[in-house]
């Protein structure tokens, strides 16, 4: 799918969502299994924008959690790779929310990582 397209289907408009975060879908049937990292591997073509993705890990109702406090599309391989841990057996069906994202711009992050000391 084409990068652009891919980060629309993300987009849930605000008088359905509870929440102002984007939502990242699973686009096929995947299996996480238990005590494992699992990583859903998402694929797309195109050019894919520099911005980091914070994950907002407040699925609560959801058996797994997002290793990762950020994730971000790799240009090189073409993909988006979000580690996932579970301590049961589940299989997300199609369309069936991952996580919720805000995208982050990479100074910013980077500053909130470091401090805003000797910027």
Known sequence: MDCGDLIKSWIIPKNVAECSCWVISS????????????????RFKGTAPTNLMQINNHMNNKPWRIVNEYIYFNQNTHSLTIPIVTDVHHILSIGEPIC???????????????????F
């Open 27 to 42: 686009q096929q049937k995947i299996s996480l299994y238990p005590l494992i990292v699992n990583e859903i591997v998402i």
């Open 100 to 118: 919720h994202i805000l995208p982050m711009n990479p100074l910013h992050t980077l500053q909130s990582i470091k401090g805003t000391y000797g």
